[in-house]
Structure formats: C-alpha cells, structure tokens
C-alpha cells in the first residue's frame, strides 16, 4: 500500500482457461518487488494519488520475497475480488512482503479514525509519499 511501481500487463499463460482471470504477470510483480511495492487498483495497475491517504482495511498476507509463485497467486486472487474503490497494498520489509486490501481515504483525520480502528501501525501520505505512525502496536 506504498510506493509507485510498474504498470501490470496481461498475463499469458500455457492454460489459456486462466489467462482472463490474471491481472499480475511474474514480471511486473518482480519489478513492484523490486521497487519495494505498489498500490494496485483493480485491473492490476499502480495506482499515485496527489492527496490523501491509504488505509489498509484488511490484512491479508506475510509471505517471503522469495516465494514469487505464492505471492503471484495471492495478489490474483485478492485483484479477482477486488471492489473497485479498494486497492491491493503490497510493501517490502525485512525479506518479507505484505500484501493487504486498502482504501483511500480524503481527510487525515478520518483516515487517522479508522487505522487506528482497524489497528493498523500506520497510514500512508500521498502527498509527502511517506508513512503517518498511529501508535498502535500489534
């Protein structure tokens, strides 16, 4: 749910039956690692917003960078059943990846309200591309 990152391209695949339910390639996904991690809207494409803030409304994986097939298959998943206000957040830290479900929401102050609501660590500032700490520990 941070950082800007590559564009997702159709995926094509040896089973063509799935190929219309893919929005994430390997390659793309590579890069957003890459890169550190993306927000992803749902046709799979990194989304900048110049104002407001993301806020995560469900966590939804912890998996190791390494475990590229596992998190391929995860962000697919999550992408298939996205609602189109949501977004899929996907950030690296410590060898790990997280991958959640956010939204964006207009005011700090509310955006503030329903992290800590939902216990989040922290929100993300588009404006000055950083995270906001909300004090809440897990």
Do not use: H
Not at 39 to 62: H, M, P, W
């Amino acid at each position: 749910l941070l950082l800007k990152g590559a564009v997702a391209a159709r995926v094509i695949t040896e089973n063509p039956k799935k190929t219309e339910d893919l929005k994430m390639n390997r390659i793309t996904l590579l890069n957003l690692i890459k890169n550190g991690g993306a927000t992803l809207n749902a046709r799979g494409e990194s989304v900048n917003f110049s104002r407001g803030y993301q806020v995560s409304k469900k966590d939804c994986y912890i998996l190791e960078v390494g475990a590229v097939n596992k998190i391929l298959k995860a962000v697919n998943k999550l992408l298939s059943g996205l609602q189109s206000c949501d977004f899929v957040g996907l950030w690296v830290e410590n060898g790990l990846i997280y991958i959640d479900i956010s939204e964006r929401i207009e005011r700090l102050s509310a955006a503030m309200v329903a992290g800590i609501a939902r216990g989040q660590k922290s929100i993300f500032d588009w404006c000055m591309g950083r995270c906001i700490g909300l004090g809440v520990s897990r």
